[in-house]
Structure formats: structure tokens, C-alpha cells
């Protein structure tokens, strides 16, 4: 990996003693990330009622779902996401838009138990043109900001542009609009903000910071139940559950019950506050309702993601 964080950087985000925190968050991010999937895809595209009606709270890792998936499995925003993170790890750094491509091409022939259209259409774009990165388009899913994560860890202590380039370098694979390029960036400084320690309030400031960039996402508002795959809708659920709930059992529970993408709002809810959790903050029993080689992989490519980061080069 190149060298990137400045040496001020590099001091302001390696303060003595610190790291086993960093881990321990970059661990909650990514166990978050699959226990908000593995929970939210057994409701997912049902209704807040519909879901009341068949399990009061929807609370309990259970699997079902429309993808009758087994408990604890989980879906394409965790796969994609370990995708992304074998690439860099791979690449020994950020992998370039073919080495992203690729990745992705790999993980669609494994037969994933589903698939975004806009992540579709853009792996079948790279095998058919060859082409890593996507036209602008009005398509504005939220299928490149759920597998993000990578990107957040691994370029922790860097500075801004590269983690901006980082970002939308794999988002822009499947995706390029101007909405999903702001929300999949805030997302991942969303992450790196709480690993670094800024608590909810560091993360809601980056929620309000992407409201005043783009109105769309200002979620201080209606409440947004049945949000769809639309990305606007998506951080809006996201960001009222964290900004109307304390601990990371609690967001996680308030998202995936308002139904409609619900997997995605999990993960990527799952994601930001597993960072501010900590692996060891994450309830127990979710944790270990998880697919033990899941839960494995979490650990793993969280772990070697943050070696990669430059705030990890003491
Ligand atoms: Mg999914
Ligand atoms: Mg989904």
C-alpha cells in the first residue's frame, strides 16, 4: 500500500496503547455488519405491520425470510462486503477498479443467495465490455454503500482524498450517482469516526453533514418506515434508528422492523454502530447466532484490513 497518512495523521491516530481498541471496533463493525444482514433478511420487503403480525418484535436471529434462508446466514451485503476485503487483502492495498470488478465478477459466480439488479447489471457490463466502472446514471441503490466496510478499515489514518477515491473506486463498479457516491463516503466516515472514538454524536454529525451536502438525506423528520433499496430511503431509516436509540441491540431492532430492505438497513446500520459497540459490546447471543464461518471471516479480514490502514504503521 502506498503511503498515505500524513505524520500528524499517523500521531493523532495512533496514540499509545490504543490499538487493541481499533481492533475491537474495526471486529464490531464487521460482526455488525453480518448480525444486522443475518437479522434484517428475514424480514426483508415485509411491512412494519406485517412483521408485527408475525412476530411482535422481530428481535431474535431466526433466518426465513423470503430467501428461506438458515438462521444465522447471511446475504449479498456481507458476501460482497468479504469480497471487496479479499481484494485489498490480495492486492496488499487499494485495488484498482478491475481488480474491484473482478472481485465482484468472482462473488456472482459463486452464486450468491441474492443480487442487487444494479449490482447485476454492472458485473455483466465488466464481463461483456470489459469496462471496471459504470456510466452516471439515475440509479441511485444502495447496493455500493453496503459493502463498504473494506474501505472504511483499511484506509483508517488516511487522508481524505484517498479515502474518497477508495470509496467510490468499488462503488462505482455498479454504481455512479451523485446520491450513492454521498452516502457510501459518509458511510465510511461514518465507521472511521466511530472506531476513532467520536460516540454517536461523531456520527450523527457526519449524518447531518450529508443532509447539508444533499437535502435528500435530511432525517430529522417523518419517520421513514418500508424504506426501499433507493439509497435515500436506506440512510434515512438508518440514521433516525441511530439517532432515536441507544446501544447497538436497540438501533439494529428499530431499523429491520421497519421492514422493506431490511437486510441492507441492518448491515449497514449493523456497521456503524458495531464500530461504536466494539466486538465486545455486541450482545452474546446475536453473536453467536451468526454462521460460526462467517463470524470467523468477520474477524479475519477485519483484522487485515486495519494492518493495511495507515493508521496502524505505529
Ligand atoms: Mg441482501
Ligand atoms: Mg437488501
Redesign the pocket.
Known sequence: MVALGSEVDAVLAEPAGLSAERLNRACGAMLGLAIG?ALG?TV?FMTPREIAAQYGVHDRIRGGGWLKLPSGEV???TTMSFALAEAWLAAGGPPDARACADAFDAWMRAKP??I?NTVRRGIVRWRLHGTAQAEPSSDAGNGAT?RCLPVALATLGAEAEVIEAAALVQARVTHHNPLTDAATLSAVRMVQVAIAGAGVDGVLAEADALAARHAEFFFRDRRCDNPSGYIVDTMRAVCQAIAGQRGFEAVLVDVVNRGG?A??TG?IAGMIVGALAGETGLPAHWRQAVKAGVRMDCVRLASGLLELAPASRG
Open positions: 444482514d433478511a426483508e446475504t449479498d451485503d443467495v441474492d442487487g453496503m430492505d437486510d441492507t448491515a
